[in-house]
């Protein structure tokens, strides 16, 4: 598969867009747990255990 992706011309572009989609979808999870709402992490956390 490697030596295949190596004899196709223009793929360049596929994997450094792969690569910055990756980093980027990452980077947004990162930033979204620091930055989220600690009542709505406990919340969400005892979800399972409510009764309602």
Same mark, same amino acid.
């Given at each position: 598969?490697?030596?295949? /992706?190596?004899? $196709?011309?223009?793929v360049d572009g596929?994997? *450094?867009f792969s690569m910055?989609?990756?980093?980027?979808?990452?980077?947004?999870? /990162?930033?979204? $747990?620091?930055?989220?709402?600690?009542?709505? *992490?406990?919340?969400?956390?005892?979800?399972?255990f409510d009764n309602?």
């Amino acid at each position: 598969m490697k030596q295949f /992706l190596y004899n $196709v011309t223009g793929v360049d572009g596929y994997l *450094i867009f792969s690569m910055v989609v990756f980093i980027l979808f990452f980077v947004g999870l /990162l930033w979204w $747990v620091f930055k989220a709402d600690k009542t709505y *992490i406990n919340r969400m956390k005892n979800l399972p255990f409510d009764n309602n």
